[in-house]
């Protein structure tokens, strides 16, 4: 079992930056790969970001060049930092641990244990 816990959501003017962090506990995280997902109001939980317990990371097409995922193994945390932050990011940003493969020239990313989540709102 895995438990993640989310934080650095907020109110942010459009054009600005936040930081997500999700601490990790439980099983051995340090070898799993953790992403980030984001649900709109309204709308599906969609996918952000991901990084393997290696380093290797993949993005949507739509928050690429403005966010960067990261991982600190030691803390077992891994990071979210949004920049040029727009009205469309609001909404609910879920942590999550999995299992990514990369094949036939594309990664894939399994989702195993869901954070509860962290509210971030973009308008002026």
């Known amino acids: 079992q895995v438990q993640l816990v989310e934080s650095g959501g907020g109110l942010v003017q459009p054009g600005g930056s936040l930081r997500l962090s999700c601490a990790a506990s439980?099983?051995?995280?340090?070898?799993?790969?953790m992403g980030w997902y984001h649900q709109a109001p309204g709308k599906q939980r969609e996918f952000v970001a991901f990084i393997t317990s290696v380093g290797s990371t993949n993005y949507a097409d739509s928050v690429k060049g403005r966010f960067t995922i990261s991982r600190d193994n030691a803390k077992n945390t891994v990071y979210l930092q949004m920049n040029s932050l727009k009205p469309e990011d609001t909404g609910v940003y879920y942590c999550?641990?999995?299992?990514?493969?990369?094949?036939?020239?594309?990664?894939?990313?399994?989702?195993?244990?869901w954070g509860q989540g962290t509210q971030v709102i973009v308008s002026s």
């Open positions: 439980g099983r051995a995280v340090s070898i799993t790969a």
């Open positions: 999550s641990t999995g299992r990514a493969t990369y094949r036939s020239g594309r990664w894939y990313y399994i989702v195993d244990y």
